[in-house]
């Protein structure tokens, strides 16, 4: 009798505790949560990685620096108003679907000759080769590699990451840099 | 009605936007724009039509009940969202919970993602105007763990330009520039107390998930989906970044 009544209790805990999850496992269903963790996977960023620039990367070639003004005054391709120079265009393909293709937006955070709202996150860049190569405080290999991935220089950076994420090519980092470096009138 | 005013709105503000945005974010013909939308926030509109869908499929006492609270005291547990619900053992916003309560009802809850639910969620937040957040990040181990993934969210770069919430909104860079908008200190500007908001440049309703979307979209960072653990983290958060400035709630917002 006495063995029975504690077995009927412990069943019927048992089953109480039973429809408790089963009923918080039917809530949980009711509520959305979706898992983020692919995207995020897919969307991790690789470790800082140090580049040797390539050689003839900074050109005085006017088509490589029209290249790399546009892409660091531009956004993208949607945005981006005038005509890109030659070998840059405003779309590329991707998974079978036509998208702007990105660009630098470095003015976002960088001022510079003829940049229209400039931001100040960075240095100002105006006169660059006079104040910065030309003074030897920076050469031509730092400047690639800032563009190309910051970390190196500044773990902390709020720089944006540009050779690492897939975002250019290399020769595209060469363009941006050969812009940045130029003589500007 | 709705669609009348957000498109009359719309068309007001793109045009002056887009015409005054070269230098700095707002020309003075828009702050006064803003000023006098202000004091007749469109949102408003949304507001009230949250508050018909929430009396249709929620309702005070359900909600109250759900949470256990005497209904009195529905705006201090308001305030103290995104919160442990141990019902199902995760710390959930509250659009979620309303998902719960909309089924115990007896209906189909809305998606998260949805308008009807964007309104409601601004109506039920409302509720707790002028209640001081109140979030409790140590409450126990799920709301601990829920912070401490938030950080993690707010401070790793990734996506197509290495970014992370942290470039730009770190207190290095607060009231920086970038592209003509001041950076601003999550905190400071109350942005979990103040969305759902009305954005200007958006002409509609917004909550502080689908507004941190819109950050990740800009940056190229891949977006998250609204509910996500990871979003309810990065809420809490920022939620507790308006905390540690004494912020009260007040919906719904009106941003820029």
């Known amino acids: 009798m006495h063995r029975n009544s504690s077995l009927m209790l412990s069943a019927a805990l048992l089953a109480f505790s039973l429809s408790e999850t089963l009923y918080s496992a039917d809530l949980k269903s009711v509520v959305e949560m979706p898992d983020a963790s692919k995207i995020l996977k897919k969307d991790r960023l690789a470790p800082p990685k140090k580049y040797v620039m390539p050689k003839d990367c900074i050109t005085t070639d006017p088509l490589a620096i029209a290249r790399g003004k546009y892409i660091f005054h531009n956004l993208n391709g949607k945005k981006a108003k005038s005509k890109p120079p030659k070998g840059l265009v405003k779309y590329v393909m991707a998974g079978g679907k036509k998208k702007p293709k990105q660009y630098g937006n470095c003015v976002a955070c960088h001022n510079i000759e003829g940049a229209k709202g400039g931001g100040n996150i960075g240095p100002d860049l105006h006169n660059y080769k006079k104040h910065f190569i030309d003074t030897s405080v920076r050469t031509y290999e730092y400047v690639y590699q800032q563009i190309a991935d910051p970390r190196v220089h500044n773990p902390n950076t709020n720089m944006t990451i540009n050779l690492t994420t897939g975002l250019f090519t290399t020769r595209e980092i060469c363009d941006i840099a050969s812009y940045v470096v130029s003589e500007k009138k | ?256």
Not at chain 2, 41 to 64: K, M, Q, R, W
Not at chain 2, 152 to 180: D, P, W
Request: charged share 25%; hydrophobic share 40%; net charge positive.
């Open chain 2, 1 to 256: 009605m709705r669609k009348i005013i957000s498109l009359i709105t719309a068309s007001a503000l793109t045009v002056s936007l887009s015409v005054a945005s070269e230098q700095f974010s707002m020309s003075d013909a828009d702050r006064a724009l803003y000023k006098e939308m202000l004091e007749n926030n469109p949102a408003d509109i949304f507001v009230d039509e949250g508050s018909e869908l929430f009396d249709e499929y929620v309702t005070e006492e359900a909600l109250a009940k759900f949470l256990g609270v005497k209904v009195d005291d529905l705006p201090k547990i308001i305030a103290t969202f995104p919160r442990y619900i141990p019902q199902v053992d995760e710390v959930l916003g509250l659009d979620q919970v309303m998902q719960i309560v909309m089924f115990k009802n007896g209906h189909k809850p809305f998606k998260l993602k949805s308008s009807e639910m964007f309104e409601m969620l601004a109506y039920a937040k409302s509720l707790a105007n002028g209640e001081p957040i109140n979030i409790d990040i140590n409450a126990n181990k799920k709301m601990q763990e829920s912070y401490k993934l938030g950080e993690k969210m707010f401070m790793t770069k990734r996506g197509k330009r290495g970014l992370s919430c942290n470039s730009c909104h770190s207190n290095s860079v607060v009231g920086l520039i970038l592209r003509t908008q001041p950076l601003p200190n999550l905190g400071d500007v109350n942005a979990a107390g103040t969305w759902p908001a009305y954005r200007m440049t958006k002409s509609s309703l917004r909550t502080l998930q689908r507004r941190f979307q819109g950050c990740m979209k800009n940056a190229l960072l891949a977006v998250l989906p609204i509910g996500s653990k990871e979003m309810v983290a990065l809420e809490v958060y920022v939620t507790n970044l308006a905390k540690e400035k004494d912020k009260k709630i007040a919906i719904p917002g009106l941003k820029r």
